[in-house]
């Protein structure tokens, strides 16, 4: 079954809307979630990692601004696209790891299903 | 220069083909790596971890060529449903106990015809 769940699976919106995404893990707490995007044809680039607790940190080059995170909880984080332009268009993915353990040494990502958004 | 570089491909192969995808990675003092499985607007699964000794699973194998920053996976006996694209990761080894960052190739296309 899944262990990560992501919603909404696709969204369509008008330029200038705020778009939320939402990344739940389902089998086990979080602490540390990382969020991705992916545009056509290219590989996932890290966007920020997510902390719970605490503020997420950033990648160079990713508006902080512009793509809020809030981790309030060990299972939820949610990443808000705000006043979304067409070139904001991606495919946005989250993935989680678990506190330590078994997880940090295989360096497996458990990824939600993804979130496909199309701004007009 | 990428940080981690795939040949794109496409690779197209006949059923019950060997293909092989190479990866090279800038950062010597990466990690971990690992080869995952990305289908057409999906999430990417892990395939498999990739050690230094070499690792076999079913008919996929992966080495590891540290001196050289090269990894490598090799299909045999390709199956229709081996079409995806196949990317190549490299974590960073961030000490103590933070996650060290993972990066992403491009990711190779592999398309296995009958």
């Known amino acids: 079954g899944a262990v990560v769940s992501q919603h909404p699976s696709w969204v369509i919106c008008k330029s200038g809307t705020s778009v939320k995404i939402e990344c739940r893990s389902l089998?086990?707490?979080?602490?540390?979630m990382f969020w991705y995007r992916q545009f056509p044809k290219q590989s996932l680039m890290l966007m920020a990692t997510?902390?719970?607790?605490?503020?997420?940190?950033?990648e160079q080059g990713v508006e902080k601004d512009k793509f809020l995170i809030n981790h309030a909880s060990l299972t939820l984080s949610t990443l808000t696209v705000t006043s979304a332009h067409p070139e904001d268009s991606s495919f946005y993915i989250c993935?989680?790891?678990?506190?330590?353990?078994?997880?940090?040494?295989?360096?497996?990502?458990?990824f939600g299903e993804g979130s496909r958004l199309t701004v007009l | 220069r990428k940080e981690v570089e795939q040949d794109p491909g496409p690779f197209n192969v006949p059923e019950g083909a060997t293909v092989a995808f190479n990866c090279t990675y800038s950062?010597?003092?990466?990690?971990?790596f690992f080869w995952y499985r990305q289908d057409c607007r999906k999430e990417p699964k892990l395939l498999m971890s990739?050690?230094?000794s070499g690792n076999e699973d079913g008919r996929f194998t992966a080495q590891l060529n540290r001196a050289s920053q090269y990894i490598s996976l090799l299909i045999r006996d390709s199956k229709l449903s081996d079409s995806a694209t196949y990317l190549c990761?490299?974590?960073?080894?961030?000490?103590?106990?933070?996650?060290?960052?993972?990066?992403f190739g491009q990711g190779t296309i592999l398309t296995v015809h009958p």
């Open positions: 993935s989680v790891t678990t506190s330590g353990g078994a997880m940090r040494n295989t360096g497996e990502l458990f």
């Open positions: 990761v490299v974590r960073q080894n961030a000490g103590g106990t933070s996650y060290g960052k993972l990066t």
């Open positions: 990739v050690y230094s």
């Open positions: 950062n010597s003092a990466s990690q971990s």
């Open positions: 089998d086990f707490q979080a602490t540390t």
């Open positions: 997510s902390n719970e607790g605490s503020k997420a940190t950033y």
